[in-house]
Nanobody
Framework: QVQLVESGGGLVQAGGSLRLSCAAS????????MGWFRQAPGKEREFVAA????????DYADSVKGRFTISRDNAKNTVYLQMNSLKPEDTAVYYC????????????????WGQGTQVTVSS
């Protein structure tokens, strides 16, 4: 069992930056692939980024490559999403996710979800 709690969302102007954090508790954190999804009103939830248990492998959606960076600190049981050069189309609720398979499989199968944190990018 894993519980995930996101923080760091808010309102930012286009071109600005935010860093999201996800604190995990429960089963051994380092055994899970971690990642982020997002969902805008009226749209399906979409994959954003994932990082392997060691932090050595990452996967990103094409829409955020070069702008977002995912990382994890296993000692703190925390995963981060650094978001730079934000665009209005990045506006969504961002969800932390954990999976027990490969980093590239997280988009296909999520075992645990956080409650989400709102990110709003104004123009």
């Amino acid at each position: 069992q894993v519980q995930l709690v996101e923080s760091g969302g808010g309102l930012v102007q286009a071109g600005g930056s935010l860093r999201l954090s996800c604190a995990a508790s429960g089963r051994t954190f380092r055994l899970y692939v971690m990642g982020w999804f997002r969902q805008a009103p009226g749209k399906e939830r979409e994959f954003v980024a994932a990082v392997s248990w060691s932090g050595g492998s990452t996967d990103y959606a094409d829409s955020v490559k070069g702008r977002f960076t995912i990382s994890r600190d296993n000692a703190k049981n925390t995963v981060y999403l650094q978001m730079n050069s934000l665009k209005p189309e990045d506006t969504a609720v961002y969800y932390c996710a954990a999976g027990s398979r490969s980093v590239y499989a997280l988009k296909l199968g999520v075992d645990y979800w956080g409650q989400g944190t709102q990110v709003t990018v104004s123009s």
